[in-house]
T-cell receptor, first 115, second 114 residues
Framework: GAGVSQSPSNKVTEKGKDVELRCDPI?????LYWYRQSLGQGLEFLIY????????KSGLPSDRFSAERTGESVSTLTIQRTQQEDSAVYLC?????????????FGNGTRLTVT | AQKITQTQPGMFVQEKEAVTLDCTYD???????LFWYKQPSSGEMIFLIY??????QNATEGRYSLNFQKARKSANLVISASQLGDSAMYFC???????????FGKGTRLHILP
């Protein structure tokens, strides 16, 4: 079946512009996560959605970052007034809601470059 | 505070040797799960192995095994008979069952030498 799909795969934007990143999770996966990975670094947790519950936004680095998800479908991560330090790969992952041992399934990421 | 620590930023290992990648975690929750992922240079994230906090036995998957020491809060990944294709970044991650949040360590870059 189809995996997690992210678009665009690459995005180059000018400092100060807004960008929107999209994630299509695996059908039926109720949990959706966004992470940020700077070059050669680990995965920084940004936000997590579980079904219709309020999202866990504890990892968003500033109020320039926001994310939405409608039900159990597509999610968008929006970065307003981009800064050069926002340059990174943004990874989306989904997993079934139930089952403690079900792993995250990752998309291929969106590589964001802010010039 | 919830935290994952991988103390080895980089490791060099001779092909066919076993290698242990360290992972320690900090949580006050009694129920959690631990994952290991591999990230080759292509960037994809590959799930390797899972260990639940209440599992009685250490997890194994082919050449991968997990040395789980709950009292020490460590979950080290052991790769037996390493291969050149094992060269990659390896990430340890923890899922908190209370709220389903999953956080990652900073990773260990493993280099397998021929």
């Amino acid at each position: 079946g189809a995996g997690v799909s992210q678009s665009p795969s690459n995005k180059v934007t000018e400092k100060g512009k807004d960008v929107e990143l999209r994630c299509d999770p695996i059908s039926g996966h109720t949990a959706l996560y966004w992470y940020r990975q700077s070059l050669g670094q680990g995965l920084e947790f940004l936000i997590y959605f579980q079904g219709n519950s309020a999202p866990d936004k504890s990892g968003l680095p500033s109020d320039r970052f926001s994310a939405e998800r409608t039900g159990e479908s597509v999610s968008t991560l929006t970065i307003q007034r981009t800064q050069q330090e926002d340059s990174a790969v943004y990874l989306c992952a989904s997993r079934p809601g139930g089952g403690n041992n079900s792993p995250l399934h990752f998309g291929n990421g969106t590589r964001l470059t802010v010039t | 505070a919830q935290k994952i620590t991988q103390t080895q930023p980089g490791m060099f290992v001779q092909e066919k040797e076993a290698v242990t990648l360290d992972c320690t975690y900090d949580t006050s929750d009694p129920s959690y799960g631990l994952f290991w992922y591999k990230q080759p240079s292509s960037g994809e994230m590959i799930f390797l192995i899972y260990q639940g906090s209440y599992d009685q036995q250490n997890a194994t998957e082919g050449r991968y095994s997990l040395n789980f020491q709950k009292a020490r809060k460590s979950a080290n990944l052991v790769i037996s008979a390493s291969q050149l294709g094992d060269s990659a970044m390896y990430f340890c991650a923890m899922r908190y069952h209370r709220d389903d949040k999953i956080i990652f360590g900073k990773g260990t870059r493993l280099h397998i030498l021929p």
